[in-house]
């Protein structure tokens, strides 16, 4: 099982500064790359102060640049809010700008509040998102491509450049086992994640993966899972508890876009009171030290989790994303991945770039 880091961008004091938010996101992702992470993901929101990449493509190259291994993957662009013209050249060259290793993590949209802001509804994402798919694919595989469908209709075009990557690598966000199962059955590689959500969805989310790898047989053999969670390697059980209740406290920012009303004020989503109680979140996120962590995550290699994404971003300091960046790195990562621990990379330079640049939040 490989690891990847994800940049999640949680923003809940806006006083903080974009110009730091994507300075830790950067840092971040130079860190993942020195100490042995395949890969990092980047998302794409709008609108709110959480997740907020409003351009994944244009942090990738610039990651790209900032790194010299690491597989960049967006998680996920959402294609509905695109023109897939446009987009798709936009992708050719973010891989051509990017040496190859752009991962296109696609989805359809998951908040409301920002989907209707932004011109489609939640009522029409599946469809629109369908089509979407359909003439991306089309545009970055294929010259004098011509459409005639409910969303797109256009003479012959050629995205120019062509992307250097034959096909560009991609992935598909699906969260309900039912639409993972159909999706690996059309040979896509999935991103899939239970959210705050128990170990019964994360088992069914794993059982879809594998049945419709399976029926491809020799076919889907290459196919890849990869699964997010919530997680963070703490130095030990007090400071686990306290980064627990930073996690209730984001969840309750999220489910208020996710499932909620969307509550937001000036870009601030509103921490509305959640029904689960921060137990029950301990028992469906990893938040722990790292001995527990080695232990609760075998579960998920036994599962045949290809790519496990851990997402650090709690809203605590950059210095402590950073540390236990390292702490993961060093402690969990050789149990799963068979390689060892890289040499220690910290403090320098980058725990001179938190303790100069950011205070707590």
């Known amino acids: ?185 059309r040979g896509l590689h999935i991103q899939t994640t239970p959210l705050s959500g128990s170990g019964d969805l994360f088992a069914q989310q794993c059982d879809a993966f594998h049945r419709g790898k399976a029926e491809l047989g020799e076919a889907g053999k290459h196919l890849k899972l990869s699964l997010s969670r919530v997680a963070y390697a703490a130095r030990d059980a007090g400071d686990a508890r306290k980064k627990l209740a930073m996690a209730h406290e984001y969840y309750k920012r999220f489910d208020n876009v996710f499932t909620g009303p969307g509550e937001v004020l000036n870009g601030c989503i509103a921490p509305l009171d959640r029904l689960q109680t921060m137990d029950e979140l301990d028992a469906n996120v990893l938040i722990c030290p790292p001995a527990e962590m080695v232990d609760r995550l075998g579960q998920y290699a036994e599962a045949g989790v290809d790519e496990f994404i851990v997402n650090f971003n709690l809203g605590e300091s950059q210095e402590e994303t950073l540390e236990a960046m390292q702490r993961f790195a060093e402690d969990v990562m050789p149990h799963y991945t068979g390689r060892a621990a890289p040499q220690a990379q910290w403090p320098s330079p980058f725990k001179k770039e938190a303790s100069h640049a950011r205070h707590p939040r």
């Open 1 to 185: 099982m490989e690891f990847n880091h994800f940049l999640s961008a949680y923003y809940p004091d806006p006083s903080y500064g974009g110009d730091r938010l994507y300075a830790d996101m950067v840092a971040q992702a130079r860190l993942a790359d020195v100490l042995g992470y395949q890969s990092v993901s980047i998302p794409e929101h709008h609108l709110i102060n959480i997740l907020l990449t409003p351009a994944p493509l244009q942090m990738a190259v610039k990651l790209a640049c900032e790194t010299q291994n690491l597989r960049i993957v967006t998680s996920v662009s959402v294609l509905p809010l695109h023109d897939m013209r446009i987009f798709a050249g936009e992708v050719a060259q973010a891989d051509i700008l990017c040496d190859g290793r752009l991962t296109l993590g696609v989805g359809r949209g998951a908040f409301a509040y920002e989907m209707n802001r932004m011109g489609v509804t939640m009522d029409e994402t599946r469809a629109k998102f369908d089509e979407s798919f359909n003439v991306l694919r089309a545009l970055l595989s294929e010259k004098e491509v011509s459409w005639d469908g409910d969303y797109y209709k256009f003479d012959p075009i050629t995205i120019m450049p062509r992307p250097i990557s034959n096909p560009v690598q991609m992935q598909l966000a699906a969260l309900a086992p039912e639409a993972i199962y159909h999706s690996v059955k």
